[in-house]
């Protein structure tokens, strides 16, 4: 599995708030329509009224690869570059493993990935 998580900036409100609302339609799509996306989301960050945060999920390489090959990667391109991002912190995570965060009941863990060795 394939995280992508980013953080864009803008030069202000309006502009990353209208980013938001006119990828909202590219989003759903790329979520509906494109094989291994398992999400994909665009948000306004509650604390950083410049920011939009990214997050998104895939199955495998093969599924990130074929979405910068789709039209709606394009669309997401042409809706953020109308908004005029200033600035993109991105990087792509591969999860040789995970977990759930909370154990069975939602109790809080003391330890994660107790299986790993150093």
Known sequence: MII?????????????????KTS??????TR???????AYCFAADPCDPLSIQVYELWNDSNALVAHFDHPNYHDMLAVMSDAGVLESCNRAYLTE???PVYGPDFEKKTAFFNDLSD
């Open 4 to 20: 992508v998580a980013a953080q864009l900036t803008f030069s202000d409100e309006p502009s990353r708030d209208h980013a938001v």
């Open 24 to 29: 909202a339609p590219v989003q759903l799509a």
């Open 97 to 99: 493993s995970n977990e």
């Open 32 to 38: 509906e329509n494109e094989p291994g996306c398992l």
